[in-house]
């Protein structure tokens, strides 16, 4: 069973700051990584992508990824309140063909 | 462009009952999945269609049936509904299951089973 896993949280960080999410998988072949937001009773709504090693950055969002590691991270500079969602890590895995992994999702709450 | 969309977005069922949640795309995407969100339990894929004509079994296909009508359109059909499937369920598209093609969801079906 190929897994992703990311903390639950709820992570808390003040308005300004920046907020670190966290995701590491099992699979070692995986070479697509994504990130979704999702607000409360809504869809995943995808914000990043990477698939090679190191840092790449949209705006506020800055995806990292150490595939040694198998380790991939959101940073958000500058939270805003209305980032407050939960952010789901997804993974793209091999099982018979191509299909997204994803992990349980952590929880930011962005306090002004 | 519309994206992907689906309907019903809400719907209540009795244990036993049928339907199907219809999903369609107008991105002129390949692929096409439906996943079903539960609390504590994050996304799982219940079945996907990497092309017209072709469909597969996810990680929790049992009690769901799929039919990829066109390009456009796939469904989900719950033959006999039962208290277990009552969750949130997503339809999502992508241009391919393979690369580095990204998979774009639609605004779901928040169904509960009675």
């Known amino acids: 069973q190929k897994e992703v896993e990311q903390n639950s949280g709820p992570l808390s960080v003040p308005e300004g700051a920046i907020a670190s999410l966290n995701c590491t998988y099992s699979d070692r072949v995986s070479q697509s990584f994504f990130w979704y937001r999702q607000y409360s009773g809504k869809s995943p709504e995808l914000i990043m992508s990477?698939?090679?090693?190191g840092d790449k950055e949209d705006g506020r969002f800055t995806a990292q990824l150490n595939k040694a590691s198998q380790y991939v991270s959101l940073l958000i500079r500058d939270s805003q309140p209305s980032d407050s969602a939960t952010y789901l890590c997804a993974v793209k895995t091999w099982a018979g063909s191509y299909q997204l992994t994803f992990g349980k999702g952590t929880k930011l709450s962005v306090i002004p | 462009n519309a994206g992907v969309t689906q309907t019903p977005k809400f719907q209540v069922l009795k244990t036993g009952q049928s339907m199907t949640l219809q999903c369609a795309q107008d991105?002129?995407?390949?692929?096409m999945y439906w996943y079903r969100q539960d609390p504590g339990m994050g996304l799982r894929l219940i079945y996907y269609?990497?092309?017209?004509?072709?469909?597969d079994k996810g990680e929790v296909p049992n009690g769901y049936n799929v039919s990829r009508l066109n390009k456009r359109e796939f469904s989900l059909r719950l033959e006999s509904a039962a208290p277990s499937q009552t969750s949130v369920y997503f339809c999502?598209?992508?241009?391919?299951?393979?690369?580095?093609?990204?998979?774009?969801f639609g605004p779901g079906t928040r169904l509960t089973v009675t």
């Open positions: 269609s990497a092309s017209e004509g072709t469909t």
């Open positions: 990477i698939y090679s090693n």
């Open positions: 991105m002129n995407h390949n692929s």
């Open positions: 999502a598209s992508s241009e391919s299951t393979g690369g580095h093609y990204e998979q774009y």
